[in-house]
Nanobody, 121 residues
Framework: QVQLVESGGGLVQPGGSLRLSCAAS????????MGWYRQAPGKQRELVAT???????YYPDSVKGRFTISRGNPKNTVYLQMNSLQPEDTAVYYC???????????????WGQGTQVTVSS
């Protein structure tokens, strides 16, 4: 009933930029925090960035100053602008959102299918 669809991944050279997009659709009453996570081969999924409904953002030190998360208007879309990409940023990037489908329901955790980002020369 709720879908998150990512786009914008691909192959980029070190130092380059990419912009990821994620659109939430379906039965949506309210969206709370949205975010991006990534998982490299053989590693655990890790947080990349989050943004609240009030547009407060959080970044871990590994991407701070290089990545920027933002929400569109209406706020069912989230973007991740990635600059100064390095080979260690190579991973599958997943969109995440806390969504309430009805006014009387709490927020559930939803994930996109993932989009591959490869940083290589």
């Amino acid at each position: 009933q709720v879908q998150l669809v990512e786009s914008g991944g691909g192959l980029v050279q070190p130092g380059g930029s990419l912009r990821l997009s994620c659109a939430a659709s379906g039965s949506i009453f309210s969206i709370n925090t949205m975010g991006w996570y990534r998982q490299a081969p053989g590693k655990q999924r890790e947080l990349v960035a989050t943004i609240t409904s009030g547009d407060s953002t959080y970044y871990p030190d590994s991407v701070k100053g290089r990545f920027t998360i933002s929400r569109g208007n209406p706020k069912n879309t989230v973007y991740l602008q990635m600059n100064s990409l390095q080979p260690e940023d190579t991973a599958v990037y997943y969109c995440n959102a806390y969504i309430a489908s009805r006014w009387y329901q709490g927020y559930d955790d939803y994930w996109g299918q993932g989009t591959q980002v490869t940083v290589s020369s």
